[in-house]
């Protein structure tokens, strides 16, 4: 019986249930830094250039295991592997909370973010394994929905989190604490399902999965169309907050306020941008409109002083935005690639983003610190989310009927 007439499982909501909970501590603590900057600056004594390192080491960490666990780590029992990996994350984010010294704060950020974009390796293959194909632009909305949701509590809930504990390190125990009872819960419910979606039989054939590059090169482009986006958002991530709070004087609450209208856009974005393309049939409109307007949007942030303004502008930022992950997610699903393809195409994105990402406030932080100008360095990152505009155009059309199920 063909996966596609096969009743959708029930049971896969709530495999997808846990992963999601272990994104939201992900997501949490990689976007809570742009908010815990000032108190660390004032706690630790880190410098510019090392709060460029801090926003860079969580990127790198991202880029640096997202191929190499789409290619290895795969070949193992999936529900194994996000138990050790999880394992991880918990112990990484805890250590974080217990040291006073910058460097290893540093590594215990890249530790985590390693583990982390490893277990979403594997959530890939969850994705596959558990959901019908004509779900799979909705579920990958959906899975950048919860991850928008992490953002906007990382951004607007630790303000008031720190204040309620009166620290920081409480907070980063208590996602270790969560990532623990997730671990415990996922021992008892995470399942493999195998049948509904079975691989194709010619995949061991196929050889290892990282010929999937040079056999489609267009994932190239798919992957490519968000660099210079990675590098604005990087840079904006980890140096906006510290940027108004000593050019307007903004509260560390305030901003984090205001820095949240960005996820609650990018949950608007990110949920309703799967179901609307698979109704219209069309990818490429929702990666090359954003690559029109968030260049003008992240140069109106430098220069904007109005409270009312900002929240707009990082609403509308983070719509656009997280438009399009879900779309350059599903390309590779609608070009019916092997499951282990599949991981790799997403590794190559995956690596692409955050090395650029890295760069983003690693330059800013070099500018910065010589200039004496943040503002120069965010206005010299602004324009180049143009690369969606670009690569948006030249990537081929694949969501037609003709080409999905």
């Not at 583990?115 to 632009?137: D, G, H, K, N």
């Not at 990958?140 to 504990?165: C, E, K, Y």
């Not at 999965?209 to 482009?221: A, E, F, G, S, Y």
């Amino acid at each position: 019986m063909s996966s596609n007439i096969r009743p959708q499982p029930r049971y896969a909501w709530i495999v997808m249930g846990v992963l999601w909970g272990m994104d939201l501590a992900n997501v949490f603590v990689f976007q809570s830094l742009g908010v815990l900057l000032p108190l660390w600056e004032e706690e630790l004594g880190v410098t510019t250039f090392q709060a460029g390192l801090l926003g860079s080491a969580g990127f790198l960490g991202f880029g640096l295991m997202a191929l190499p666990a789409s290619i290895w780590l795969t070949k193992y029992n999936s529900k194994l592997m996000v138990l050790l990996l999880a394992g991880g994350m918990a112990v990484t984010v805890f250590l974080q909370g217990i040291t006073s010294v910058v460097n290893l704060l540093i590594l215990g950020r890249f530790l985590f973010l390693m583990c982390s974009v490893s277990r979403i390796q594997m959530q890939v293959l969850f994705i596959q394994q558990w959901f019908q194909p004509r779900l799979y632009a909705t579920i990958n909305s959906l899975d950048f929905g919860n991850r928008s949701i992490g953002q906007t509590l990382a951004l607007m809930v630790t303000p008031l989190l720190i204040t309620l504990f009166g620290s920081w390190r409480l907070v980063y125990w208590g996602v270790a604490v969560w990532l623990f009872i997730l671990i415990v819960i996922w021992v008892f419910v995470g399942k493999e399902n195998k049948t509904l979606n079975p691989a194709p039989d010619d995949e061991i054939e196929i050889g290892s999965p990282i010929k999937v590059l040079q056999r489609h090169k267009v994932l190239w482009l798919v992957s490519g169309a968000q660099v210079g986006l990675a590098f604005t958002f990087g840079a904006f991530a980890t140096f906006y907050p510290i940027y108004v709070i000593d050019k307007l004087g903004f509260s560390l609450s305030t901003v984090g306020i205001l820095f949240g209208f960005m996820p609650i856009g990018s949950i608007v974005g990110s949920i309703s941008a799967g179901p609307l393309s698979q109704l219209i049939r069309k990818r490429k409109p929702f990666i090359w409109i954003p690559g029109i307007f968030l260049p003008i949007i992240y140069f109106a942030l430098v220069y904007a002083t109005s409270e009312i303004f900002i929240a707009l502008l990082f609403f509308a930022s983070g719509y656009l935005a997280m438009s399009v992950p879900p779309i350059v997610s599903t390309i590779p699903f609608d070009m019916k690639l092997s499951p282990r393809e599949i991981t790799v195409a997403l590794g190559l994105n995956r690596t692409l983003f955050p090395f650029a990402a890295a760069i983003g406030p690693f330059l800013v932080g070099i500018i910065g610190e010589s200039s004496g100008s943040l503002a120069l360095g965010l206005v010299v990152t602004s324009p180049l989310s143009v690369t969606l505009l670009v690569c948006g155009i030249l990537i081929p059309e694949t969501g037609n009927p003709d080409r999905t199920e």
